[in-house]
Structure formats: C-alpha cells, structure tokens
C-alpha cells in the first residue's frame, strides 16, 4: 500500500504501472503479508511484477505499522527516503532461521535517510545494511540495540573466510557518518562484529558491545577518526590489518567496564 503524494490516499492497486508518484508508504498491518526481494528499491530487484510499479518511485517517509519482516534489497538506493517509523519490533531478512537468514542491503545508500527506529530493529543487521546513510543520525546522542543476533553477512564466524569478505563481513553501517554512538545491551548475541562494520564513521565517538561478542574483525572501525572508547568482553579478540587505523582511540574498555589508557 502506498500513499499518493496528489491524492494522498491509500491504495493496493497493481494495475496503475510505475508509481513514481509514491511519496509516503505506509506497510500492511497483517504479519502474513509477504514482500518479495527488493519490494521497495528504487531499482527493480524484484521478480515479482506485483511490486514493479514502485520501481522509480521516490519515497519520503515509511512506516512500517505492524509488518515483522523485509526482504533482502526492501528499500535499496531509495536517495530521497528521508524516515522510517514503527509501531512493534521488526526483522531484516525474510528467513527466520538463523543458518538461513544472509546478506539484506535493505537501506544501502539511503543517503537523505535521517531517522530510524533503531530501538525496534531485532535479529541480524546485515551486510551494507545502511552503508551510505550519510546523514542517519543516532538518536538523543545514543543509540541502544537490543536483541540483534548478528552483524556479518551470514552464518557464524568462518576461520575459512581468511579475507572476511564473503560471510565474516559486515560493512553494516559504512561510511554513516552523522552516527555518534552506537550501544549494544547485553540482550544481543552475536559473537563478532563483521569486518568493515563502522568503517569511516567519522562522527562516532564510542562503542559497547554485548557480553557474547569476543571478536572484533579487520577494518571494523577503520576512519572512525574520533572514536575514544571501545567497551567489550575481557579476552576480545581484536584482529590486525588496521582494526582502528586513523582513529583518537585512547580507551579500550573491558568487561568491567573499567576505563583503561
């Protein structure tokens, strides 16, 4: 359903072609309803021609209202979404099982993307998931997650992956560069953070990380130039290759929550 941006009204009419009039979206209610890959992307990604009118559209606003899951590509390179709402916690990725569930890109390169309901996004955040949302910002200075069980691409950490390119990496909120501090409660699960993670968020100041997480993978907050504090679990593994490389990293904090130069 889509509110047009002359009529502004609801619609689930399929057969008025390429809605590139759509300005707010609003999701269906129903948990039942199912969006196919790239359902909302401003480039079709979508074999379902069901969901071919909205390629072009230029959406302003989102609100999801209820729906629990979206799909791989869901509102890839929409430059001009500027906010996301919900009402109820939601997934990224169609695949509820765990092994399943790979990859997303659901709002790469959202780049007027400003506000996001963060304290409502649970399970994976996927590979580029908000890579390039330069303006997203965290929210009152903050930004709490909790019960996110992954930050790579898929599966779990793969000694086999020597160059965390494929599922070790992560890549998640690269290049966000209004981000200031992104928080993990010890309600979250995930054992690593994927590589390339946080790389180039030049506003972020500070990190923790759950309890379960004790890798830290390469390039995971390379160009975060005025990152001070990392907080994690004691006996972290911190991979080389420039984990930190140009940043005012001057704390790296431990289970205690100790402050340590």
Not at 67 to 87: C, D, H, I, K, M
Not at 225 to 251: D, K, Q, R, W, Y
Request: proline share 3%; aromatic share 12%; glycine share 8%.
């Amino acid at each position: 359903v889509y509110t047009d941006a002359n009529e502004d009204v609801l619609s689930t009419d399929t057969t008025r072609g390429v809605c590139e009039c759509a300005v707010n979206l609003t999701l269906p209610t129903s948990p039942d309803v199912y969006f196919p890959q790239g359902a909302f992307a401003l480039t079709n990604y979508s074999t379902d021609s069901r969901m071919n009118e909205f390629t072009g559209a230029r959406m302003r606003t989102v609100n999801f209202n209820g729906a629990e899951r979206l799909p791989n590509y869901a509102f890839y390179g929409q430059t001009a979404l500027e906010s996301v709402t919900a009402s109820k916690d939601f997934y990224l990725g169609t695949e509820s099982d765990v092994a399943a569930d790979r990859n997303h890109r659901c709002f790469f390169n959202c780049k007027s993307l400003t506000s996001f309901p963060f304290n409502h996004l649970k399970g994976r955040i996927g590979y580029n998931e908000f890579n390039g949302c330069e303006v997203l910002e965290t929210p009152d200075d903050n930004c709490t997650f909790s019960g996110i069980t992954a930050l790579n691409a898929y599966g779990e950490y793969s000694d086999t992956d020597t160059t965390n390119t494929v599922n070790n990496y992560s890549g998640a909120f690269k290049n966000c560069i209004a981000i200031t501090k992104l928080t993990f409660d010890d309600t979250c699960t995930f054992t690593f953070v994927g590589a390339d993670f946080a790389y180039g968020c030049t506003a972020l100041r500070e990190v923790r990380l759950p309890k379960t997480c004790m890798r830290i993978c390469s390039g995971a907050f390379d160009e975060c130039t005025v990152l001070g504090s990392i907080i994690a679990p004691e006996g972290s593994v911190v991979e080389p290759n420039g984990i930190f490389l140009n940043t005012s990293l001057h704390h790296y904090n431990v289970e205690t929550g100790e402050m340590i130069d």
